[in-house]
């Protein structure tokens, strides 16, 4: 197994486009997240899914954020009518909780800039 | 509101001393904590994780620790290495939930 693997690592796009990204979890874990870290400041909660169900929403998520997980494998992150502030590293992870625990495994994030 | 606060942006130890990372947390609601670390152009890396029903969990040269009623954890990293230099952030998870809050970081320099 290869870890969580996400698509494309770096975009950059003008302001009011469209974006989407993807993720690949580890292929046994059934949670996916969905995290916004921009500099200076530690991973922000998004979402996240058990299997194709999505749990919870930050309540701070724009409606111009919408994320799926078809068939409960890969998930995507669509932002909509992007802005300057949208620029950030957005990172998935996923996990297979077990015994009590639930540690999170991260892709490499993908990184976009909005200009 | 920020329920999980790292208020030392940065540390800087000499190779082989100790290394101590602190975090501290507002919600009681909190009962699972992970620690991770992260290079630059990475994403976050799991180092070490412990429950509300323990006080301390050790792995190799990582050990944390959990003070409940002060709501406060620490990494204690020992002895420190060049290779441990990077951003390290806490994250706390609340009963009943799956998704973690995580600190700001702090970033370890460790000084050969």
């Known amino acids: 197994d290869t870890g969580v693997s996400q698509n494309p690592r770096h975009k950059i796009t003008k302001r009011g486009q469209n974006v989407t990204f993807r993720c690949d979890p580890i292929?046994?874990?059934?949670?996916l997240y969905w995290y916004r870290q921009t500099l200076g400041q530690g991973p922000e909660f998004l979402t996240y899914?058990?299997?194709?169900?999505?749990?919870?929403k930050s309540r701070l998520l724009s409606d111009r954020f919408s994320a799926e997980r078809p068939k409960g494998s890969f998930s995507t992150l669509e932002i909509q009518r992007t802005e300057q502030g949208d620029s950030a590293m957005y990172l998935c992870?996923?996990?297979?909780?077990?015994?009590?625990?639930?540690?999170?495994?991260f892709g490499a994030g993908s990184r976009l800039t909005v200009l | 509101d920020q329920q999980v606060k790292q208020n030392s942006p940065s540390l800087s130890v000499q190779e082989g001393r100790i290394s101590i990372l602190n975090c501290d947390y507002t919600?009681?609601?909190?009962?699972?904590f992970l620690w991770y670390k992260k290079y630059p152009a990475e994403g976050p890396t799991f180092l070490i994780s412990?429950?509300?029903?323990?006080d301390k969990n050790e792995d190799g040269r990582f050990t944390v620790f959990l003070n409940k009623s002060a709501k406060h954890l620490s990494l204690h990293i020992v002895p420190s290495q060049p290779g441990d230099s990077a951003v390290y952030f806490c994250?706390?998870?609340?009963?009943?939930?799956?998704?973690?809050?995580f600190g700001t970081g702090t970033r370890l320099k460790v000084l050969a």
């Open positions: 992870a996923s996990s297979w909780p077990a015994l009590g625990a639930n540690v999170l495994t």
């Open positions: 292929s046994e874990h059934n949670r």
């Open positions: 919600n009681s609601m909190f009962d699972y």
């Open positions: 994250a706390a998870s609340p009963s009943g939930t799956y998704k973690y809050i």
């Open positions: 412990i429950s509300s029903i323990k």
């Open positions: 899914f058990q299997n194709e169900a999505q749990l919870e």
